[in-house]
C-alpha cells in the first residue's frame, strides 16, 4: 500500500497540534488514515542542560532568534519523506494561493518548520533549502496557526475527504474567481427575497447568474484577481470570456 499524506511539523509547541484540525473534516480525515501527522519538539533538540533554544540576534535588535544548530537537528530529527515539501512559515515568504495548495496536497507531505521569537537563524533555513511561505501580510505570534491553517487547505482535498468534487471544483479561486453567493429556505427571510432567478428551476439561467456574480464580486473585490482572469480568459473559447468592464 503507498503512504498516506503525511505532514510533520517542527516546533516548539508540538502539543498544538492536530489541534483545530481534530476536528470537522481533517480530523475525520486523520482517524480514518487518509493523512498523517508527526509533531518534532524544537526543544528536545536543545543541547545543553537548560534546553535554551534561542539567543540574542547579532547586530543587536529587539527579540530573540532561534539557534541555527537546535532547529538543525530538530529538522534532521523529521522523519525521511521523500519528495515532501518542506517549508518555513513566514510572514517574508510566499504568498500561499489554492495553487500552491492545489501542488502541495497532490505530493506527498509536507514539513512544517514553525519559528517563535524575531525569527530563526538565517543559515539554517539556506542550509535546509526551505521554501517560505507566508500566510498573508499580517503577523501572527508564532508559525503554528499558519501551519494549521495551511494544512487544512492541503488535507481537505486529499482523495475521500470531501465527498463531492463537484464542490471542490465550484468553490472560490479553482476558476479563478470569487465564490458566487449562496442562499436557502426560507426564499424570504425579513423581507429579504432570494433573487427570482434561483427559484426560476432554469438551470442555465441560474448558471449564467451565478457566473455573473462571481465575475462582479471578483471586479470589485479582489482587482488583482480580476486582472488575471481576464488575461487567462482572453485565451480560452470565446463564449468562456469574461466581460472586460
Ligand atoms: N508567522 C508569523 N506570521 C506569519 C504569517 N503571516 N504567515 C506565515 N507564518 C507566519
Not at 492536530?18 to 481533517?26: I, V, Y
Not at 521554501?131 to 501572527?140: A, F, H, I, K
Not at 463531492?164 to 472560490?172: C, I
Request: aromatic share 6%.
Amino acid at each position: 500500500m503507498t503512504e498516506p499524506w503525511t505532514a510533520t511539523v517542527v516546533t516548539l509547541f508540538p502539543e498544538m497540534f492536530p489541534g483545530p484540525l481534530a476536528h470537522s473534516l481533517a480530523g475525520r480525515a486523520l482517524a480514518d488514515g487518509l493523512w498523517r501527522l508527526a509533531t518534532v519538539d524544537i526543544r528536545a533538540h536543545a543541547a545543553d542542560r537548560h534546553r535554551t533554544v534561542d539567543d540574542a540576534p547579532f547586530g543587536g535588535g529587539p527579540g530573540m532568534v532561534m539557534r541555527p544548530d537546535v532547529v538543525d537537528a530538530a529538522l534532521r530529527a523529521a522523519p525521511a519523506s521523500n519528495g515532501a515539501a518542506r517549508i518555513y512559515l513566514t510572514p517574508r515568504g510566499r504568498p500561499l494561493d489554492q495553487a500552491r495548495v492545489r501542488a502541495l496536497g497532490a505530493g506527498p507531505g509536507v514539513t512544517l518548520l514553525c519559528g517563535r521569537f524575531e525569527g530563526i537563524d538565517d543559515r539554517v533555513i539556506d542550509a535546509h533549502a526551505l521554501e517560505e511561505v507566508s500566510l498573508g501580510d499580517y503577523v501572527l505570534s508564532g508559525g503554528e496557526p499558519a501551519a494549521i491553517a495551511l494544512l487544512d487547505a492541503c488535507v481537505r482535498l486529499l482523495p475521500g475527504v470531501i465527498g463531492s468534487a463537484e464542490a471542490l471544483a465550484e468553490e472560490t479561486f479553482e476558476a479563478g474567481l470569487l465564490e458566487y453567493p449562496h442562499f436557502t429556505r426560507p426564499a424570504d427571510w425579513c423581507g429579504r427575497r432570494v433573487p427570482d432567478v434561483l427559484l426560476s428551476g432554469h438551470h442555465e439561467r441560474v448558471r449564467a447568474w451565478r457566473r455573473d456574480e462571481a465575475e462582479r464580486l471578483t471586479r470589485e473585490r479582489r482587482p488583482d484577481l480580476w486582472r488575471r482572469h481576464v488575461e487567462t480568459a482572453a485565451h480560452a473559447a470565446p463564449h468562456d470570456r469574461p466581460r472586460k468592464d
